[in-house]
């Protein structure tokens, strides 16, 4: 694991502190320089202590019960908005959410559609094949 007073360690110990399931690279900006903390994070995810969502984005994992390999602790979509929300993207429910809401329709939507009210967004969120998409609301 480290001596207590390694970046590596200091890092993990924030992460088991924190609420949040996902955190920015800048979350550690107080604790290093931008390069230490880049790789910090990169040996805490090999490791497995960390999944990589996306540039500068990472979510705590677990354990699967299933298949016994690491997986993010939450659903990609939870994750998805709480990493956007961190970096100042507001999200609004799609249409699609809107219509089975209101009974329009019986479709279920995924959840791999997030709405969001910026007219662009270039940003990728995603864990191994599965992606977020965005549509402007």
Not at 51 to 67: D, E, I, M, P
Not at 83 to 111: C, F, H, I, M, N
């Amino acid at each position: 694991m480290g001596s207590f007073k390694s970046l590596e360690y200091r890092i993990k110990a924030r992460i088991a502190k924190k609420k949040s399931n996902v955190f920015i690279r800048e979350d550690f900006s107080d604790v290093g320089g931008y390069d230490q903390v880049g790789r910090a994070l990169l040996k805490l995810t090999r490791q497995g202590n960390l999944a990589k969502l996306g540039y500068g984005v990472y979510a705590k994992t677990k354990t699967s019960q299933l298949t016994g390999e690491i997986v993010p602790v939450a659903p990609l979509p939870a994750l998805a908005k709480e990493a956007l929300q961190k970096l100042g993207v507001k999200t609004l429910p799609t249409r699609a959410e809107k219509d089975y809401q209101e009974g329009r329709s019986t479709q279920v939507p995924t959840g791999r559609l997030i709405g969001v009210k910026k007219s662009r967004l270039s940003r990728k969120i995603s864990y191994k094949e599965a992606l977020i998409y965005y549509e402007r609301v």
